[in-house]
């Protein structure tokens, strides 16, 4: 925009010198008033590219975000269909070996965590010491 703006400039100044000069006056007038005003000149070629280049790489960068997300998912639908398939095989074959008189033995039911106490565990049922023995003593 800022290239096409300046190339119509110089045409411009090729076949009429007068009104070059004023279209930039003007065009200078116009940039002052906006600064005046807060308005943040965009006239700076190399910002102008810049920002564009920095725009483009979030672009890219979202894009390939967007991407891992769709492979995740992807995957995590693959898993959960393998899982279930596994299920439905493993209680196929539960119900054959009923049928034949094979009974499978039942899985061992987990501990609660932080309840079921073992040899190495240090919580549980805690004993009070028993009190001493003073009925002969006085």
């Known amino acids: 925009m800022l290239e ?6 110089e045409k411009l100044k090729e076949e009429n ?5 004023e279209l930039i006056e003007k065009d200078e007038w116009n940039k002052v008033i906006a600064l005046a ?3 943040k000149p965009k006239d700076d070629a190399k910002l102008l ?3 564009i280049k920095r725009q483009e790489k979030l672009k890219t960068k979202s894009g390939q975000e967007w991407n891992k997300r769709i ?5 995590d639908e693959k898993k959960h269909i393998k899982k279930r398939e596994e299920n439905i095989k493993a209680k196929i074959d539960e119900k054959k070996n009923k049928k034949r008189g094979i009974k499978m033995k039942p899985a061992a039911k987990k501990a609660r965590p932080g ?8 919580g549980g049922k805690v004993t009070k ?3 001493p023995n ?3 003593k006085k």
Not at 115 to 122: C, I, L, Q, T, V
């Open 4 to 9: 096409a703006k300046k190339e119509k400039l």
């Open 17 to 21: 010198k007068s009104k070059a000069e």
């Open 37 to 39: 005003t807060g308005e």
């Open 49 to 51: 590219k810049k920002t």
């Open 71 to 75: 492979e995740k998912v992807k995957y």
């Open 115 to 122: 309840f079921e106490g073992g040899k190495r565990s240090k």
């Open 129 to 131: 010491p028993s009190p």
């Open 134 to 136: 003073n009925k002969g």
